[in-house]
T-cell receptor
Framework: AQTVTQSQPEMSVQEAETVTLSCTYDTSESDYYLFWYKQPPSRQMILVIRQEAYKQQNATENRFSVNFQKAAKSFSLKISDSQLGDAAMYFCAYRSAEWDNFNKFYFGSGTKLNVKP | NAGVTQTPKFQVLKTGQSMTLQCAQDMNHEYMSWYRQDPGMGLRLIHYSVGAGITDQGEVPNGYNVSRSTTEDFPLRLLSAAPSQTSVYFC???????????????FGPGTRLLVL
């Protein structure tokens, strides 16, 4: 089974600054999808950004961007111009693109992000 | 369009009791799944379904049953609740095929379960 590792249980950033959350994963597959989900105190899981492994270009969504290093199996999330509303748990997730393993998602243990005013 | 809905939001059970957590989606998604979230462990897949009448086990299926009689509904049953099943439960859905959104899951708001 694939594993997803988030080595930073908790991080803090000053409002308006930039922060990077780390994620590594272990897989023998060549095609897959990677995600970052945000979970605010409301517990709702919100998709932040997604990356297709066959695309070399890093995904961006407004202030959120990823640094996808396929060879290193690394998928970090950069949040620019941090806002108070960015405070949440962030989960990295993996989904295979191969048919016989497409139906299972694997999540990391999460990183709690604190934003200081 | 309500997305993915879950009921109840919070439930307290005594050991040995049974209950069903409800999940429904109105996006006509083929794929539905149940996760449990425990502190420091992220989300772990319990069961999933790729369509009506088709279900399969995930990473932590023991103690849980599921069925899928319609595309919209995917209930999770605890037959005999145990304190180890105290957790937050999330239901999610997605289209089955790959593509622009086919691999992205949409989550319900969660059900917090406490087993005494």
């Amino acid at each position: 089974a694939q594993t997803v590792t988030q080595s930073q249980p908790e991080m803090s950033v000053q409002e308006a600054e930039t922060v990077t959350l780390s994620c590594t994963y272990d897989t023998s597959e060549s095609d897959y999808y990677l995600f970052w989900y945000k979970q605010p105190p409301s517990r709702q899981m919100i998709l932040v950004i997604r990356q297709e492994a066959y695309k070399q270009q890093n995904a961006t969504e407004n202030r959120f961007s990823v640094n996808f290093q396929k060879a290193a199996k690394s998928f970090s999330l950069k949040i620019s111009d941090s806002q108070l509303g960015d405070a949440a748990m962030y989960f990295c997730a993996y989904r295979s693109a191969e048919w016989d393993n497409f139906n299972k998602f694997y999540f990391g243990s999460g990183t709690k992000l604190n934003v200081k005013p | 369009n309500a997305g993915v809905t879950q009921t109840p939001k919070f439930q307290v059970l005594k050991t040995g009791q049974s209950m069903t957590l409800q999940c429904a989606q109105d996006m006509n998604h083929e794929y539905m799944s149940w996760y449990r979230q425990d502190p420091g462990m992220g989300l772990r897949l319990i069961h999933y379904s790729v369509g009506a009448g088709i279900t399969d086990q995930g990473e932590v299926p023991n103690g849980y049953n599921v069925s899928r009689s319609t595309t919209e509904d995917f209930p999770l049953r605890l037959l005999s609740a145990a304190p180890s099943q105290t957790s937050v439960y999330f239901c999610a859905s997605s289209p089955l095929g790959a593509g622009e959104e086919g691999e992205t899951q949409y989550f319900g708001p969660g059900t917090r379960l406490l087993v005494l």
